[in-house]
Structure formats: structure tokens, C-alpha cells
């Protein structure tokens, strides 16, 4: 046995044996534990540093980003203003300002003072101009500041044109040095270009702002802009805009902003001289002396000038920061030391204990600056975090609200696919093999997905989109972070849009009746699915066909007269009227009755009409088995019941004292009576004092014997409104009128769909004729550039809009081009592309120009950067193309046609020559494979250009005009000057089409080559 006297120490011996050693461990300890306490409160410290200098670059750059957009969208206005210009000969003041008016500026362009236009006014001519704009209106106007200057720059358009803006009205902008260095230089280099800092002459006395211009030259179209000498003669005027500065800035940024504060200056010094604006609260920083934590200074050059944003924190920014945060981190940290250090102490000889106690607090300390991670990192949208087993490892409180749960502890380690993913939205379960959210740590790739359900704690679901990314850690994928969204709400809008359009589609497509529309020489436009049953035909046999081809004889020989009377006169027959029963004829030769009734579609260039028929052979019969059984009348009321009950409609007679006999079910149910109660009132106790006056004259008409026909609007029993067609059909056999019988149908439907189509029809004429506007501003106009070439050209448009484009340009001083371009289809797209193309073919451009040299681009070499830049699959649409390239020295003349009718080339003799070299249509993707052809033209060659509107233009009898005719004619003109060849060729185009508009855009373009 062990023996107490051998194993006992006295405990003095101990604690001089075991003193320092028992020390030492817990002090290292302690040491150790404080220095990586300070070292974490450090980092947290810096950390926390390093968040808000991001997030004040952030703003900085996305306040810096807001002010370069807003100014390119001032640009992009001010060129819209630039494009009417170019686009209207001699813009009015009504012009302009409505053309501002639709900008809505206040709304859409928040910031700018204004849009306005200054012409450019010689001395010679500024005594006129100043009495021009004098009896314009303006007694008081002159020209401001007084004095004589080389060059008068007067601002005449100004809109909106307020009180403020008025200040402005004849300014001259170049008498002032830094408005016209900015002037000057948008003059010679034709770009846009902004001033320095100006006080506008728009300041009153009060709250005077600093402001600057923003210039765009305007030159004469057509004129050659290629030196900086052509650009200053060709100079007509400059549209600008003048902004005042904290306008502008309070329109990107509001009127304060509280966490920065910001200065501009213009150009790169920072003086009181240069500043521009500053925020209220910067300049109250600035007063009180203290200093920002965080500034930054951004250079921004706008239109060839340099503005500085200079930007600082203010103190709400710097108090969003978490001060808290290190300090708590250093508290925790010495509390721990401590703690440790007395643990180390306690149970120095319980090492095991202590180890284990340590890495326990270390585990919870490491959870605990996880958990505070994740809580800095969370955002707005639902987010979870998986492991590679799919358990949850964390979720934001969006995740939570989202799911419909109300704790972490609800998601934190349960499998997320078993949890919220389990099902799909048949009801079917949903494999986890299957699961896109997991294959993100799976295949180590991530996943978006917009198909799918997510289920909600409540055993709910709903349609979600998420995307699912793998989460790595040194390289190794240890789970996934999930993002999704509710987008329920998107869906069912998505599908009620759908339902919608379908409905409207529906409407013409489901009505009972026929209905067409038919242009002002009676072709058919177009029809619904009920006019295709009514008399069998496809909907493809009836578009463009002649409506007359519906009647019988003799409506069908004097259809058209009737037309054109109408059109002469303007005196009705039929339309406007009630409807009316017409014949009609079906395919297959069989005439049946219809009622017709005829509207003019108000609006537009040519006159269009509104047809709605409706079939009633039904109707006939039952009018004539009603009369059959009026014939049979004393034999029984109720065989006339039984008729009568059967017709779609109201059916009445009233006798001669105007009571009523008869009234059938539909009658007395429209009036909510009983039979008892109708039959034997008068009309005017049934109908009312105010409806019976209404009716009066034409119950007169049919005691007369005529029988009447005419719409009115009921009011039913419960308050609605409905549409009827009424009929009062005279009772007159024998020689007397007995009475008259009462037909009404309810209309309401039909007419509803009337007035929607004519609705519908006045809006796509309006939009055609807009765009067919521009498409006539952009053809050449008198006194078009044309070196070598007399000219000579003819437009003839089609009845719907097309995509026919041309133009002759003059190329440098010893050049001259020509193209002419026809788009695939037809309507509003294809001449968008062609209006495009014009602009983009402008010899001011770099594409028929290279602008490095200084030379024309050969012919090929165009149409293969058109062919790259109009790709069929972005604009679903291709086109034709001639180009030609014409030398005046050496006569050569440079061309290629992409898939283009060939040009004729009449040489002397009468020699005519084809133009074909070239390649296939642009937009297919096939522009490497043009090749270019060269001829060499002689004093007096003539050219004849021209689109396949011209060679396929049909006679009443269809038969083409084709490109053999064309030639021979062409031949036949030899020795005519270009104008007389034209004028032969439109006028034998018309003679074969008999005065009818072609179906296609007609172009011609004639030319004759000459040295000079």
C-alpha cells in the first residue's frame, strides 16, 4: 500500500516547487489571448474602414455615372431638334414648339432650362431679319447686346418660352467670349460641344445660379462638310440648350442628398471663380471646420470640357458606420483573455479539461463571427445557404417572410430540397436527383431556373425563379447560395396581357355578322371569319378583291359609279343610313338576303368605309311566314304564337289606334310585362312620353304605308343600354293600313365592333402617314449636290407604305454618288429601315466617306459594312441596293448591285448596257462575296436606275409592265435630256395601270453623264 508519510509535501514545499510554473502558463496565456484581442479589434477596426470607403466609392461612382447619362440624354434631345431641322424646310415657331411640348421636358428631361434655335444673321441682312421677327409679333425685338459684329448669332426659338426664357429672346450668344469659344468649336468639328461657366442671361436679380450651353451646329442639308471652311459656309444656325446648374445637378440627384456632399468646378482647378455648384450641406461642412473621413475627386470631360466632382463624406454617412462593433470585439476579447487566464490558473493540473474548454470557446467564437457575417451580407431578397448534403447552413430574414417561417432555427440544418422543393406543381414528387438547385455544388456550376414551385411552411406553393451558385472554400466546393423570388404576381400579369390581346383578336373574329372594311375605290381590305362563312369564301379570295364581286346584277355594274359619285358629291344613298336589305352573292352563285349598313371611317387622306352585313334569310322567312300567318290570323292567334315566339327578335302589331294586338315572348320581355298587361295599352303608355316622341315619325310613316327602318339605344328594365335595329312594317292589305307590325333585333354587339374597328383603323392610318411623311422628307431635294450629273428623278408611292429609298450625293471635289435602295415588305418597318439607312448613307457620315483619307469608299467596300451593320436577324428584313461611284476626271464610273434590277446604261447610238455586277441582297450575311464593276461613260451616257415597283406594276388585266418594255422605251428616248426621258416613262406607267395606284413603290432616277 502506498505510504502517506513517503508521498506527503508540505505546502510550502509546493508552492515554491510549483509557483512560477503554475504562473507562467496562465500569463502566457493571457499575453497571448490580449495580443490577438487588440490584433482582432485592429482588424475589425480597418475592416470596417475598408466597407465604407467602398460603399462612399460606390455612391461616388454612381452619382458620377447618373451625371455623364443625363447630359448624353440632353444630347440625344437636342439631336432630335437637330433632325427636324433637317427633316422640314423653314421650321415655324409653332413647329418648334411643338416639337418641344412632346419632349415634355419638366418630365422627362428634368433640369434643362429649355430647347432653343439661333440663326445665324450677316450684317448685311440683320436690319430684315429684325423686322421680320417685328411683324411676326414681336414689336419689341432686337438683337442684343447693340453694335456691329462680323457675324450676328440671334436666338429665336426658345421653348418652353416663359418669362424666364424670354430674357433670352434675341440674344446674340456669339458676342460673349466663353459662349462662343464652345460655338466655335461645335462649328468647325460638327460635334456636340458645352461652354464653361456662364450667369444665362435667363438670372434675375434673385437666386442667381451658375449654368453652361450645350451647342449643335445645324448646316445647310446637301451642302459638303468636308473642311473646316465648308462646314462654316454651309452654318445656318445652332439648336442648344441652356441649363443652370443646381437645376441640373437637383435633377439627377434631388435636392439633397445626406450622406455626401459635392462640388463641381469646371476644369481642373478648384476656385470660387470655377465653381459650379456645391450641395447645402458641403458648404455648411465646410464652415464648421470639421474634417470628413472620407473625400474623393472625380475628373469628368463632357462635349470637350473638364469638369471636377469633388466629393466628401458628411457626418449622417459616417454615423451609418458600426463604431460599436470593434470595441465589442476588443471587450470580448479581454473578457475571454481573462477568462482564460483564470481557467489556465484553476486548472493548470486539469490540462485536458482546459484544452477541451478551449476549443469549445473557440468553436463558439468562430460561430459567432460567422453568424455576424452572414448578418452584414444580407440584402432584400431571399437568400439560403446549402452544404453538399443539402442541409441549410443559413438564411436572411427575406428567406424567412418569404417561406412563411419565423426562425432561422426553422431552416438551419433540415434539407432544403425535402423542406421547400419536394413537389412540383402537378402534385408530382420531385426526385432529388433531379434538383437544378443542387447541381450547383454537384457539377460545380450555376443554375437559373423560372419553371418551378417552391412550397411554403403553411403547405402552400409558389411560382419562383432562383439561381443557385457553388459556394467555395479554398478551392474546394463546400455547398451552395440560393437566391429566389415569389413571381406569382408577374405570371398572372404575363398571362392577363395574353388574354387580353386574344380577346381583342376575338372580338371581329367571333361576331355573327360580316364585317368589312373597303378603300375609296371598293377593294377590300379587310374581312372577318363570319364575312368567309356568309359567302364561302377563304379570307385570302376576298383581301384586295373588288366588293362588287359580293353583288348580284345590276349592283355589281354600278358599284363602282356609286363610289364615285359619292366621292363627287358627297350626297349619300346608303351610307350613314339604317341598314337596309340588299341581294348578295356567294361563291357558289347563290343570292341570298342580307341587311347592310354602311359608316365612313372618319380621318385620313382617302376615304374608307365600314361595311356590316348580316344574313337574314332566316329573317325573310320568318317575315314571310308571319305574313302568311297574319293571312291566317282568324284561324288562330296561337298558330301566330308559336311562329312568332321562334324569331330572333321583337315582334309587335299595333292596329291603326295604335293599341297593341300582339307582342311575342321576346317583346313582353324586353318590357318586363305580361301578355295581359301589353296587349291593348297604347304605344305611348308602353313606351313612355319621352321614347314615343322619339318614335313618333315613324309610326306615322308606316300608317302612311312606308315601311320604316331606323337604330336607337333602349334603356332595359335593369338600367342597361342596349343597340336595336327596329323595323315598323306597314299593315296594308286590302288597299288600307290596318296597322303595322314591329320588328327589333338587339344590335349591340354588332355595334360595339363597328365602332372598335373604325377606332382601330383611324389610328394605323394615322401612324402610316406619318412615317410615309418622313420617308418623302428624306428623297433628294432641288439643288442636291450633283457634280457631273443632270439629274432628274420620280417617286411615285404606293398605296401602303413601302421601303423604296435614293439619293444623289457629291463625294469630295471629284465625285459623285448614287444609290437607291428598296426594303423587303411593306408598312411602318420597312420604311424605319429605309429612313435608317438614309441617315446613315449622310456624306457628312464615315460610311460613304473615309474619313482618314479623305476619299470615297469604293462601292464594294460599302455595301459589305452595310451588310455587317443591317443583319437579317436584327431587323428581319433585307433589301436591294445599287451604288455607284462616278469620276468626273477620268469619266470611271465604280458600282455594285446587291440583288438590284440591273441599270440600263444608254450609250450613243442607242447602245444599251446592263449594270450586274455586284452580289446577293444585304442583310444576308453574305457581303464578302460582292464584286465591283467599272465602266467608263462618255459625254452625254445616259443612266437609267429604277425598282422592281416599276417592272411589276399591273394593268387591270394583270399583265406586268416588265423590264423589256421599260428597255425599249428607254431606248426609244435616246437624245433626250433626263427630265423628258422620266417624263415619257411615269406617263406610259400610267396609261398601263389605267390611273390605279401601284401596288409598290415606284422609283426612277435618270442621269446624264458629263466632264464639267
Given at each position: 500500500?502506498?505510504?502517506?508519510?513517503?508521498?506527503?509535501?508540505?505546502?510550502?514545499?509546493?508552492?515554491?516547487?510549483?509557483?512560477?510554473q503554475?504562473?507562467?502558463?496562465?500569463?502566457?496565456?493571457?499575453?497571448?489571448?490580449?495580443?490577438?484581442?487588440?490584433?482582432?479589434?485592429?482588424?475589425?477596426?480597418q475592416l470596417?474602414?475598408?466597407?465604407?470607403?467602398?460603399?462612399?466609392?460606390?455612391?461616388?461612382?454612381?452619382?458620377?455615372?447618373?451625371?455623364?447619362?443625363?447630359?448624353?440624354?440632353?444630347?440625344?434631345?437636342?439631336?432630335?431638334?437637330?433632325?427636324?431641322?433637317?427633316?422640314?424646310?423653314?421650321?415655324?415657331?409653332?413647329?418648334?414648339?411643338?416639337?418641344?411640348?412632346?419632349?415634355?421636358?419638366?418630365?422627362?428631361?428634368?433640369?434643362?432650362?429649355?430647347?432653343?434655335?439661333?440663326?445665324?444673321?450677316?450684317?448685311?441682312?440683320?436690319?430684315?431679319?429684325?423686322?421680320?421677327?417685328?411683324?411676326q409679333?414681336?414689336?419689341?425685338?432686337?438683337?442684343?447686346?447693340?453694335?456691329?459684329?462680323?457675324?450676328?448669332?440671334?436666338?429665336?426659338?426658345?421653348?418652353?418660352?416663359?418669362?424666364?426664357?424670354?430674357?433670352?429672346?434675341?440674344?446674340?450668344?456669339?458676342?460673349?467670349?466663353?459662349?462662343?469659344?464652345?460655338?466655335?468649336?461645335?462649328?468647325?468639328?460638327?460635334?456636340?460641344?458645352?461652354?464653361?461657366?456662364?450667369?444665362?442671361?435667363?438670372?434675375?436679380?434673385?437666386?442667381?445660379?451658375?449654368?453652361?450651353?450645350m451647342?449643335?451646329?445645324?448646316?445647310?442639308?446637301?451642302?459638303?462638310?468636308?473642311?473646316?471652311?465648308?462646314?462654316?459656309?454651309?452654318?445656318?444656325?445652332?439648336?442648344?440648350?441652356?441649363?443652370?446648374?443646381?437645376?441640373?445637378?437637383?435633377?439627377?440627384?434631388?435636392?439633397?442628398?445626406?450622406?455626401?456632399?459635392?462640388?463641381?468646378?469646371?476644369?481642373?482647378?478648384?476656385?470660387?471663380?470655377?465653381?459650379?455648384?456645391?450641395?447645402?450641406?458641403?458648404?455648411?461642412?465646410?464652415?464648421?471646420?470639421?474634417?470628413?473621413?472620407?473625400?474623393?475627386?472625380?475628373?469628368?470631360?463632357?462635349?470637350?470640357?473638364?469638369?471636377?466632382?469633388?466629393?466628401?463624406?458628411?457626418?449622417?454617412?459616417?454615423?451609418?458606420?458600426?463604431?460599436?462593433?470593434?470595441?465589442l470585439?476588443?471587450?470580448?476579447?479581454?473578457?475571454?483573455?481573462?477568462?482564460?487566464f483564470?481557467?489556465?490558473l484553476?486548472?493548470?493540473?486539469?490540462?485536458?479539461?482546459?484544452?477541451?474548454?478551449?476549443?469549445?470557446?473557440?468553436?463558439?467564437?468562430?460561430?459567432?463571427?460567422?453568424?455576424?457575417?452572414?448578418?452584414l451580407?444580407?440584402?432584400?431578397?431571399?437568400i439560403?445557404?446549402?452544404?453538399?448534403?443539402?442541409?441549410?447552413?443559413?438564411?436572411?430574414?427575406?428567406?424567412?417572410?418569404?417561406?412563411?417561417?419565423?426562425?432561422?432555427?426553422?431552416?438551419?440544418?433540415?434539407?432544403?430540397?425535402?423542406?421547400?422543393?419536394?413537389?412540383?406543381?402537378?402534385?408530382s414528387?420531385?426526385?432529388?436527383?433531379?434538383?437544378?438547385?443542387?447541381?450547383?455544388?454537384?457539377?460545380?456550376?450555376?443554375?437559373?431556373?423560372?419553371?418551378?414551385?417552391?412550397?411554403?411552411?403553411?403547405?402552400?406553393?409558389?411560382?419562383?425563379?432562383?439561381?443557385?451558385?457553388?459556394?467555395?472554400?479554398?478551392?474546394?466546393?463546400?455547398?451552395?447560395?440560393?437566391?429566389?423570388?415569389?413571381?406569382?404576381?408577374?405570371?398572372?400579369?404575363?398571362?392577363?396581357l395574353?388574354?387580353?390581346?386574344?380577346?381583342?383578336?376575338?372580338?371581329l373574329?367571333?361576331?355573327?355578322?360580316?364585317?368589312?372594311?373597303?378603300?375609296?375605290?371598293?377593294?377590300?381590305?379587310?374581312?372577318?371569319?363570319?364575312?368567309?362563312?356568309?359567302?364561302?369564301?377563304g379570307?385570302?379570295?376576298?383581301?384586295?378583291q373588288?366588293?362588287?364581286?359580293?353583288?348580284?346584277?345590276?349592283?355589281?355594274?354600278?358599284?363602282?359609279?356609286?363610289?364615285?359619285?359619292?366621292?363627287?358629291?358627297?350626297?349619300?344613298?346608303?351610307?350613314?343610313?339604317?341598314?337596309?336589305?340588299?341581294?348578295?352573292?356567294?361563291?357558289?352563285?347563290?343570292?341570298?338576303?342580307?341587311?347592310?349598313?354602311?359608316?365612313?371611317?372618319p380621318?385620313?387622306?382617302?376615304?374608307?368605309?365600314?361595311?356590316?352585313?348580316?344574313?337574314?334569310?332566316?329573317?325573310?322567312?320568318?317575315?314571310?311566314?308571319?305574313?302568311?300567318?297574319?293571312?291566317?290570323?282568324?284561324?288562330?292567334?296561337?298558330?301566330?304564337?308559336?311562329?312568332?315566339?321562334?324569331?330572333?327578335?321583337?315582334?309587335?302589331?299595333?292596329?291603326?289606334?295604335?293599341?297593341?294586338?300582339?307582342?311575342?315572348?321576346?317583346?313582353?320581355d324586353?318590357?318586363?310585362?305580361?301578355?295581359?298587361?301589353?296587349?291593348?295599352?297604347?304605344?305611348?303608355?308602353?313606351?313612355?312620353?319621352?321614347?314615343?316622341?322619339?318614335?313618333?315619325?315613324?309610326?306615322?310613316?308606316?300608317?302612311?304605308?312606308?315601311?320604316?327602318?331606323?337604330?336607337?339605344?333602349?334603356?332595359?328594365?335593369?338600367?342597361?343600354?342596349h343597340h336595336?335595329?327596329?323595323?315598323?312594317?306597314?299593315?296594308?292589305?286590302?288597299?288600307?293600313?290596318?296597322?303595322?307590325?314591329?320588328?327589333?333585333?338587339?344590335?349591340?354587339?354588332?355595334?360595339?365592333?363597328?365602332?372598335?374597328?373604325?377606332?382601330?383603323?383611324r389610328?394605323?392610318?394615322?401612324?402610316?402617314?406619318?412615317?410615309?411623311?418622313?420617308?418623302?422628307?428624306?428623297?433628294?431635294?432641288?439643288?442636291?449636290?450633283?457634280?457631273?450629273?443632270?439629274?432628274?428623278?420620280?417617286?411615285?408611292?404606293?398605296?401602303?407604305?413601302?421601303?423604296?429609298?435614293?439619293?444623289?450625293?457629291?463625294?469630295?471635289?471629284?465625285?459623285?454618288?448614287?444609290?437607291?435602295?428598296?426594303?423587303?415588305?411593306?408598312?411602318?418597318?420597312?420604311?424605319?429601315?429605309?429612313?435608317?439607312?438614309?441617315?446613315?448613307?449622310?456624306?457628312?457620315?464615315?460610311?460613304?466617306?473615309?474619313?482618314?483619307?479623305?476619299?470615297?469608299?469604293?462601292?464594294?467596300?460599302?455595301?459589305?459594312?452595310?451588310?455587317?451593320?443591317f443583319?437579317?436577324?436584327?431587323?428581319?428584313?433585307?433589301?436591294?441596293?445599287?451604288?455607284?461611284?462616278?469620276?468626273?476626271?477620268?469619266?470611271?464610273?465604280?458600282?455594285?448591285?446587291?440583288?438590284h434590277?440591273?441599270?440600263?446604261?444608254?450609250?450613243?447610238?442607242?447602245?444599251?448596257?446592263?449594270?450586274?455586277?455586284?452580289?446577293?441582297?444585304?442583310?444576308?450575311?453574305?457581303?464578302?462575296?460582292?464584286?465591283?464593276?467599272?465602266?467608263?461613260?462618255?459625254?452625254g451616257?445616259?443612266?437609267?436606275?429604277?425598282?422592281?415597283?416599276?417592272?411589276?406594276?399591273?394593268?387591270?388585266?394583270?399583265?406586268?409592265?416588265?423590264?423589256?418594255?421599260?428597255?425599249?422605251?428607254?431606248?426609244?428616248?435616246?437624245?433626250?435630256?433626263?427630265?423628258?426621258?422620266?417624263?415619257?416613262?411615269?406617263?406610259?406607267?400610267?396609261?398601263?395601270?389605267?390611273?390605279?395606284?401601284?401596288?409598290?413603290?415606284?422609283?426612277?432616277?435618270?442621269?446624264?453623264?458629263?466632264?464639267?
Amino acid at each position: 500500500m502506498p505510504n502517506p508519510e513517503h508521498n506527503h509535501t508540505s505546502p510550502g514545499a509546493s508552492a515554491s516547487r510549483f509557483a512560477p510554473q503554475s504562473f507562467l502558463a496562465p500569463v502566457i496565456v493571457l499575453a497571448v489571448c490580449l495580443t490577438m484581442a487588440v490584433a482582432g479589434w485592429r482588424y475589425t477596426d480597418q475592416l470596417t474602414r475598408d466597407l465604407a470607403s467602398e460603399r462612399f466609392e460606390n455612391r461616388v461612382s454612381d452619382i458620377t455615372v447618373a451625371v455623364e447619362g443625363r447630359v448624353a440624354a440632353y444630347e440625344l434631345a437636342l439631336r432630335g431638334g437637330l433632325a427636324l431641322l433637317n427633316a422640314v424646310d423653314d421650321v415655324s415657331r409653332v413647329q418648334w414648339r411643338d416639337y418641344v411640348g412632346k419632349l415634355n421636358l419638366p418630365q422627362n428631361y428634368p433640369g434643362i432650362q429649355g430647347m432653343g434655335y439661333a440663326t445665324v444673321v450677316p450684317p448685311e441682312l440683320l436690319q430684315k431679319h429684325i423686322e421680320t421677327l417685328q411683324r411676326q409679333g414681336f414689336p419689341d425685338y432686337a438683337v442684343r447686346p447693340p453694335g456691329e459684329r462680323a457675324v450676328n448669332t440671334a436666338i429665336i426659338y426658345l421653348e418652353p418660352f416663359d418669362a424666364r426664357n424670354k430674357r433670352a429672346f434675341g440674344y446674340d450668344m456669339f458676342s460673349e467670349p466663353t459662349r462662343r469659344a464652345a460655338m466655335e468649336r461645335t462649328r468647325d468639328t460638327g460635334q456636340t460641344s458645352i461652354t464653361g461657366r456662364v450667369t444665362l442671361v435667363q438670372e434675375t436679380t434673385e437666386g442667381v445660379q451658375a449654368g453652361f450651353l450645350m451647342y449643335l451646329p445645324f448646316y445647310a442639308p446637301g451642302a459638303p462638310l468636308f473642311t473646316d471652311g465648308d462646314r462654316r459656309a454651309a452654318l445656318r444656325g445652332y439648336v442648344y440648350s441652356p441649363f443652370r446648374m443646381n437645376n441640373f445637378m437637383q435633377g439627377i440627384i434631388g435636392k439633397t442628398i445626406s450622406d455626401l456632399g459635392l462640388e463641381v468646378h469646371d476644369g481642373t482647378a478648384k476656385t470660387e471663380q470655377t465653381l459650379m455648384f456645391h450641395t447645402q450641406d458641403q458648404a455648411e461642412d465646410y464652415a464648421s471646420g470639421r474634417r470628413p473621413m472620407f473625400t474623393s475627386s472625380r475628373g469628368m470631360t463632357i462635349f470637350g470640357r473638364t469638369w471636377t466632382l469633388t466629393f466628401h463624406s458628411l457626418p449622417f454617412f459616417e454615423a451609418s458606420l458600426d463604431r460599436n462593433m470593434p470595441l465589442l470585439a476588443l471587450i470580448a476579447g479581454v473578457c475571454i483573455s481573462l477568462l482564460l487566464f483564470f481557467i489556465a490558473l484553476s486548472l493548470l493540473n486539469t490540462r485536458n479539461r482546459a484544452l477541451a474548454l478551449a476549443d469549445t470557446m473557440t468553436a463558439e467564437l468562430r460561430e459567432s463571427e460567422e453568424h455576424t457575417r452572414l448578418l452584414l451580407e444580407s440584402t432584400g431578397e431571399p437568400i439560403y445557404g446549402i452544404d453538399t448534403k443539402g442541409l441549410c447552413t443559413f438564411c436572411n430574414p427575406a428567406c424567412l417572410r418569404v417561406l412563411g417561417y419565423t426562425a432561422p432555427e426553422d431552416l438551419l440544418g433540415k434539407n432544403m430540397h425535402q423542406l421547400i422543393h419536394h413537389t412540383r406543381a402537378d402534385g408530382s414528387a420531385f426526385d432529388v436527383h433531379d434538383c437544378r438547385i443542387f447541381q450547383a455544388f454537384q457539377l460545380g456550376q450555376g443554375t437559373h431556373v423560372d419553371d418551378e414551385v417552391l412550397w411554403r411552411a403553411d403547405g402552400t406553393s409558389f411560382l419562383a425563379e432562383y439561381w443557385s451558385y457553388p459556394q467555395r472554400r479554398d478551392d474546394e466546393i463546400i455547398g451552395a447560395v440560393v437566391t429566389f423570388q415569389d413571381i406569382t404576381a408577374r405570371i398572372q400579369a404575363e398571362h392577363a396581357l395574353r388574354e387580353s390581346q386574344a380577346r381583342l383578336a376575338a372580338v371581329l373574329d367571333t361576331a355573327v355578322d360580316a364585317i368589312f372594311t373597303v378603300n375609296q375605290f371598293g377593294r377590300i381590305r379587310t374581312a372577318n371569319q363570319a364575312a368567309c362563312r356568309t359567302f364561302g369564301y377563304g379570307l385570302e379570295e376576298l383581301v384586295d378583291q373588288n366588293v362588287n364581286m359580293l353583288m348580284p346584277e345590276p349592283y355589281h355594274s354600278q358599284h363602282n359609279g356609286f363610289l364615285e359619285r359619292y366621292a363627287r358629291t358627297g350626297v349619300p344613298r346608303i351610307v350613314g343610313k339604317p341598314g337596309r336589305e340588299v341581294p348578295g352573292r356567294r361563291k357558289d352563285g347563290e343570292i341570298i338576303p342580307l341587311e347592310l349598313a354602311v359608316s365612313e371611317i372618319p380621318g385620313g387622306a382617302q376615304r374608307n368605309y365600314t361595311g356590316i352585313l348580316r344574313d337574314i334569310s332566316e329573317r325573310v322567312r320568318a317575315r314571310e311566314d308571319m305574313q302568311a300567318a297574319n293571312a291566317a290570323l282568324a284561324k288562330g292567334e296561337d298558330f301566330l304564337k308559336a311562329v312568332t315566339n321562334n324569331i330572333p327578335g321583337l315582334v309587335g302589331y299595333w292596329n291603326a289606334d295604335l293599341r297593341c294586338e300582339f307582342a311575342n315572348n321576346a317583346y313582353l320581355d324586353w318590357f318586363g310585362k305580361p301578355s295581359h298587361e301589353v296587349v291593348g295599352m297604347t304605344m305611348q303608355e308602353l313606351l313612355g312620353p319621352d321614347l314615343f316622341a322619339r318614335n313618333e315619325k315613324f309610326v306615322l310613316g308606316a300608317l302612311r304605308g312606308d315601311p320604316q327602318h331606323f337604330e336607337r339605344v333602349l334603356t332595359m328594365t335593369d338600367g342597361s343600354q342596349h343597340h336595336t335595329l327596329a323595323h315598323y312594317i306597314p299593315d296594308d292589305h286590302d288597299g288600307h293600313v290596318h296597322g303595322f307590325f314591329v320588328l327589333v333585333n338587339d344590335v349591340t354587339e354588332l355595334k360595339s365592333a363597328q365602332l372598335e374597328l373604325e377606332d382601330r383603323q383611324r389610328l394605323i392610318d394615322a401612324d402610316m402617314e406619318a412615317a410615309a411623311e418622313i420617308q418623302r422628307s428624306l428623297l433628294p431635294k432641288k439643288g442636291t449636290c450633283s457634280l457631273g450629273l443632270e439629274t432628274a428623278f420620280r417617286f411615285m408611292p404606293s398605296t401602303v407604305i413601302g421601303g423604296d429609298i435614293f439619293n444623289v450625293v457629291c463625294l469630295g471635289a471629284q465625285h459623285s454618288g448614287l444609290y437607291m435602295i428598296d426594303v423587303s415588305g411593306h408598312g411602318v418597318p420597312a420604311a424605319l429601315v429605309s429612313v435608317t439607312l438614309a441617315q446613315e448613307l449622310s456624306p457628312s457620315g464615315d460610311l460613304l466617306m473615309d474619313k482618314f483619307f479623305a476619299l470615297p469608299r469604293p462601292p464594294e467596300a460599302v455595301l459589305r459594312l452595310l451588310d455587317s451593320a443591317f443583319p437579317l436577324e436584327r431587323f428581319d428584313k433585307f433589301f436591294s441596293m445599287f451604288y455607284m461611284l462616278y469620276e468626273i476626271d477620268s469619266g470611271m464610273l465604280t458600282y455594285c448591285n446587291a440583288g438590284h434590277p440591273a441599270p440600263m446604261l444608254l450609250r450613243a447610238g442607242g447602245v444599251l448596257e446592263l449594270l450586274e455586277e455586284g452580289g446577293t441582297l444585304v442583310g444576308l450575311g453574305l457581303g464578302h462575296d460582292y464584286v465591283q464593276g467599272k465602266v467608263e461613260v462618255q459625254e452625254g451616257d445616259m443612266l437609267l436606275v429604277y425598282t422592281d415597283g416599276v417592272s411589276e406594276l399591273e394593268s387591270p388585266e394583270d399583265v406586268q409592265f416588265s423590264a423589256e418594255r421599260l428597255e425599249e422605251l428607254f431606248r426609244s428616248a435616246y437624245g433626250q435630256n433626263p427630265e423628258q426621258v422620266l417624263q415619257l416613262l411615269t406617263g406610259r406607267l400610267q396609261d398601263h395601270a389605267d390611273g390605279r395606284p401601284p401596288d409598290d413603290d415606284i422609283s426612277l432616277v435618270c442621269v446624264r453623264f458629263s466632264r464639267a
